[in-house]
């Protein structure tokens, strides 16, 4: 697979500041208890590349078990790749040494799905906004009080909010306190793992504007995962597909919604539910499941599903290939 | 809230509804006042998000409503001619599951780990059908493959567990058709569903229904399956029915604010939008509902009278109301 080096000449690009170049992260699947042997592995992630541009977002779309969630791990550093690389303002951070590790850590951050889980029901909220600069900066008490109020106040909630704990809130405000904790240590980019899914539908507006503003605001870049595609056209800037693993198409948001080229892609956007009852909409409707991504189909993993598949599908694997400028998919069709 | 007259009659219709829960914060109304009607073969979609009293309407017209803390107040749900809520609970349980079934939104959750498929699918059969026992292995064959799960002979004995998330919820929908309803609800049928697994669920539940001309509710707070699956729309806020129409109505011309500002706040994907409308505040708290209007505190209409009267329902169109006093 090649590397998608995204250049387009509009000349108003903005910096790289990470970029992933053939990630991949394997499984072992072992059988017995005392003496394991490997007997397969399940290929969660099986090289991907993206980048990803100061102050614009990236959204990672795909079905359960595609893989979008350990990429965003690596991401993390929660998980160790198989192979590949993520380089972080030019240099890669797993041949980082302790001192570069930490401040990309510091420097990443995420706020997850289910703000009913993510925050320690037992700390009230000027401790967990405070944690992550405890840890990380040296600042005396009042500093961090202060800014922890500021934090609290750049979410939208107040400075009487400090003294309460997580249980007093309802999920939108939870949401926004992981946010507040996420920004505390002016992070360049933030994982988003599904931040508005579990919120009611009123709120979501609420939670996807302030993501917004925060980026105009900060110049942070973010990492959307989501399934609900008018989601990520509303937040993203750039959108890779992925299915079994494997990125099969990245483009940016406009042009993917405008010109899907994968027949993946297709499918998922005739499946996603119209905005309007007279919507016309193709109807791809995919036979089957997702296979397991430990025995994958041979070439194309999509090729058993693909209502396009042709002879050479099933056993060459397609190449990665940008069709117009910085619209990279990969089918035999193209 | 009143609806279209046309000549057919309904088969359920649910008539100011009123179901409280004894809390420890006070009584909360959890559904309050709700009535609408459901002719054949139609799909309803009832919109809310949580705390609107959506689900709660659904268990009431299951009688599912745990007894205390819950009480139906008062209401009537006539389903076929008779008033479910006058029923013991013997006759309700032959009803339920027979005439009326449930499809719930957790497949992991909804089907018993420890027993097969087969004899989960036969249970319905073998209490509501009057069948010989060797037929009722086929009967129950005949369901799964009409909910299209392939080799059903050989999964017939698997455990849920040996099932995929979508195929788990094929085998609810199978348990749901099987005596043939007259009304089926979908509760959130596929939110735990994947993209391309809820179109095939969605498109399985439009065959089966032209195929027996049943009744479908679906309970959600996603517009997009209104549109997608729905003739009409009953849109919920704090345990009131505050809009009904058509979907084309509810969709072309929202006359409650709220329905206006849901529509407005939900993203789309075949267009760029540049901000989304969102709906400041929280829903109230319902033991401790505003007098006027629920929806007052956040509505950018809002006028005097809106905090001191609850508004009726005000025609819009034919078949369209809305419970709003800008329509006065």
Redesign the interface.
């Known amino acids: 697979m090649t590397t998608p080096v995204t250049t387009s000449g509009n000349g108003q690009d903005r910096p790289v500041i990470l970029e992933a170049r053939n990630l991949k992260k394997y499984f072992p699947v072992t059988r017995g208890i005392v003496l394991a042997r490997v007997t397969g592995y399940i290929k969660a992630v099986d090289g991907v590349s993206f980048q990803i541009r100061a102050g614009e977002t990236l959204g990672i779309v795909g ?2 078990g595609c893989g979008k969630t350990t990429t965003a791990k690596m991401v993390l550093m929660l998980e160790q790749p198989t192979e590949g690389s993520i380089y972080y303002n030019g240099q890669d951070i797993y041949q980082a040494d302790e001192a570069g590790r930490k401040e990309y850590r510091s420097s990443v951050q995420a706020v997850f799905q289910d703000p009913w889980s993510s925050l320690n029901p037992r700390m009230r909220v000027k401790d967990l906004i405070a944690e992550p600069m405890v840890i990380n900066w040296q600042l005396s008490k009042p500093e961090i009080r202060e800014r922890v109020l500021e934090l609290l106040q750049e979410v939208g909630l107040s400075s009487y909010h400090a003294n309460l704990y997580p249980h007093e809130f ?1 999920g ?1 405000q939870r949401q926004r306190l992981a946010i507040a904790r996420a920004l505390s240590l002016n992070p360049k980019i933030i994982v988003l793992d599904e931040p508005v899914s579990a919120l ?7 939670i ?2 302030l993501l ?1 503003d925060l980026q105009s605001e900060y110049n942070v870049s973010y990492m959307l995962i989501a ?1 609900h ?3 990520v ?2 937040m993203c800037h750039w959108v890779a597909v992925m299915y079994l693993g494997q990125v099969v198409e990245l483009a940016p948001v ?1 042009e993917l ?1 405008d010109n899907p080229l994968h027949p993946y892609t297709k ?13 016309e909409q193709e109807e791809i ?3 089957g ?2 296979p397991s991504p430990l025995n994958p189909p041979e070439g194309c993993h999509f090729h058993p599903r693909c209502p396009f598949v042709m002879d050479q599908c099933s056993h060459v694997i397609p190449e990665t290939k940008e069709i117009t400028p910085n619209h990279w998919v990969s089918c035999h069709l193209y | 809230m009143a609806t279209a007259n046309t000549s057919e009659a309904p088969v359920l219709k649910v008539e100011n509804l009123r179901t409280y829960f004894r809390t420890r914060w006070g009584e909360v109304k959890a559904v309050d006042g709700v009535s609408f009607e459901l002719r054949k073969g139609e799909t309803l979609g009832i919109v809310g998000e949580s705390g609107s009293g959506k689900s709660v309407t659904m268990l009431s017209m299951m009688r599912l409503i745990p007894i205390p803390p819950g009480r139906i107040v008062e209401g009537t749900i006539t389903l076929d001619g008779e008033d479910l809520l006058q029923l013991s609970e013997s006759e309700m349980s032959k009803v339920r599951g027979s005439k009326i079934a449930l499809i719930i939104q957790d497949p992991m959750t909804s089907l018993n780990p420890v027993f097969t498929i087969g004899n989960q699918v036969t249970e319905a059969i073998r209490i509501h059908q009057d069948i010989p026992k060797r037929s009722v292995m086929e009967k129950a064959l005949e369901v799964l493959r009409k909910v299209n799960i392939p080799a059903a002979e050989s999964r017939i004995r698997d455990y849920p567990h040996q099932l995929s998330g979508g195929m788990r919820q094929r085998v609810v929908g199978a348990i749901g058709i099987s005596c043939q309803p007259l009304v089926l609800i979908a509760d959130e049928p596929t939110t735990s569903l994947d993209v391309t697994i809820q179109a095939q669920y969605l498109k399985l539940l439009r065959d089966l229904q032209q195929e027996s001309g049943m009744s479908l509710i679906f309970i959600t707070h996603d517009f997009g399956i209104v549109a997608k699956m729905c003739d009409r729309v009953a849109v919920m806020y704090a345990g009131k029915i505050v809009e009904v129409g058509s979907v084309r109505d509810i969709f072309n011309k929202p006359s409650h604010p709220y329905t206006e500002a849901l529509l407005a706040s939900v993203p789309k994907m075949e267009e760029d939008v540049d901000r989304l409308y969102a709906i400041e505040g929280q829903p109230p708290l319902l033991h401790d509902l505003p007098v006027g209007c629920s929806f007052a505190d956040r509505c950018p209409y809002v006028m005097d009278r809106c905090r001191e009267e609850y508004p009726p329902e005000f025609p819009v169109d034919e078949g369209h109301y809305s419970a709003c006093w800008r329509l006065a």
């Open positions: 079905e359960s309802s939108g009611d539908v009123s709120i979501r507006a609420q996807m504007n917004k399934h595609l008018a989601t056209r509303y406009k919604f499918a998922l956007m005739s499946a996603a539910l119209p905005s309007h009852p007279d919507t409707i995919l036979t499941e997702v």
